[in-house]
Nanobody, 125 residues
Framework: VQLQAFGGGMVQARGSLRLSCAAS????????VAWFRQAPEKEREFVAA????????YYADAVKGRFTISRDNGRNTVYLQMNNLKPEDTAVYYC???????????????????WGQGTLVTVSS
């Protein structure tokens, strides 16, 4: 499966952006779809995910209440709505997917084989 992430840009603090992740094929019931981010000189970290697409979403504590993951199954697309952005949200954001992950692995980037190319989000203070 190929993923394409887009929608990044520059925004001031407390602003909003919506990222999109378009897949080349349908997410099936075994697919987990996630967003990760990587800031300069930092490790890639988990942001949000749907475990096996039909579950409730997972969020990192740092974005809970500000970010919302959603999906449009008809368009094979997953979104990340980011509100009340902070300078510390500045990073390259990646979407990722894989099948048959176990629940405890959702937040681990090493468990995903398929990645989008990343889209840069820059939040100024």
């Amino acid at each position: 499966v190929q993923l394409q992430a887009f929608g990044g840009g520059m925004v001031q603090a407390r602003g909003s952006l919506r990222l999109s992740c378009a897949a080349s094929e349908r997410f099936d019931r075994t697919s987990t779809v996630a967003w990760f981010r990587q800031a300069p000189e930092k490790e890639r970290e988990f942001v949000a995910a749907y475990f096996r697409t039909n579950s409730s979403p997972y969020y990192a504590d740092a974005v809970k209440g500000r970010f919302t993951i959603s999906r449009d199954n008809g368009r094979n697309t997953v979104y990340l709505q980011m509100n009340n952005l902070k300078p510390e949200d500045t990073a390259v954001y990646y979407c990722a997917t894989d099948r048959n992950l176990i629940q405890s692995s959702v937040r681990a980037p090493s468990q995903y084989d398929y990645w989008g190319q990343g889209t840069l989000v820059t939040v100024s203070s």
